[in-house]
């Protein structure tokens, strides 16, 4: 609980530290909600992105708990580490491309596409960059996910906001045309399982919109939220006294048995 309540502080005295002015974060106002005071302590007073930022906390705290950070703190808070020790971990796999960097990847990934076909492309022109970035071996990062089998509804909320407060953003209309023309182009390909965009393929342009153009800031505010998540689950975990975690061990000879049994089972398909 205590490290839930510091970490929009430390996060935006991290933000006014790197980006601004060094500047005092200044102080809570107990009338207003987290999202409020958190825009405040890191310099930003626009009400509609402190509704984003609403929706942006609420969205990326958790789903379920299989995810990198949410099971890395379960994980190392089984062994009784302190939450302080358990959270950090989690940071640690947040951190890595294929999970909380990937809003960042996702950027990076549209500014190359702008640099390359501009802004009046025709759809014709965004399937054909589609096909040759994915041709050269790369992905589409914030597509796919490893359990979603349809659309992200945490991607279909921040578009629902997109095309109420800002329809006509250029980065917006890309991410909106790509959500058109993508998952053809992967199912055509034939290698995902799941063609459809994730929360990550979103999130990167919203912030943009409203002028937080620090992406390598991203992750930090990934991060405060999931506490939420990884948190209250540390708190079930220790009331419920739950065992410390371990995969499962096997044997040799149950690796044999294992083997030998996906062996026939290949043989026989
Ligand atoms: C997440 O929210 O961490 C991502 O959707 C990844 C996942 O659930 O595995």
């Not at 994980?75 to 796999?93: E, I």
Request: net charge positive; with cysteine.
């Amino acid at each position: 609980m205590n490290l839930l309540a510091k970490l929009p502080t430390i996060a935006a005295t991290i933000y006014r530290h790197l980006y601004r002015d060094g500047s005092s974060v200044g102080v809570i106002d107990s009338n207003k909600d987290w999202s409020a005071n958190f825009c405040q302590m890191l310099g930003y007073d626009d009400p509609l992105f402190v509704e984003l930022m609403r929706l942006y906390l609420v969205i990326h705290s958790d789903h379920e708990g299989g995810n990198v950070s949410a099971h890395t703190s379960h994980l190392v808070g089984s062994a009784l580490s302190d939450p302080y020790l358990s959270f950090s971990a989690a940071m640690a796999g947040l951190a890595g491309p294929l999970h909380g960097l990937a809003n960042q990847e996702v950027l990076v990934f549209l500014t190359k596409l702008v640099g390359d076909i501009g802004h009046n492309y025709t759809e014709k022109q965004l399937r054909e960059w589609v096909w040759n970035h994915l041709k050269s071996g790369q992905v589409v990062p914030g597509y796919g996910h490893a359990v979603l089998r349809k659309t992200d509804p945490r991607y279909t909320c921040q578009r629902e906001f997109a095309l109420k407060h800002l329809p006509n953003d250029p980065l917006f209309k890309l991410v909106s045309n790509l959500y058109k023309i993508t998952p053809d182009v992967l199912l055509e390909q034939g290698k995902a399982k799941n063609p459809w965009p994730n929360v990550d393929a979103h999130s990167g342009v919203l912030l943009q919109h409203f002028g937080m153009t620090e992406m390598s800031y991203y992750t930090v505010l990934f991060g405060v939220s999931r506490a939420l998540g990884c948190l209250s689950q540390l708190i079930w975990a220790r009331g419920m006294g739950l065992p410390l975690e371990r995969p499962k061990s096997h044997s040799t000879e149950g690796l044999m048995k294992l083997a030998k049994a996906a062996k026939s089972s290949n043989t026989q398909q």
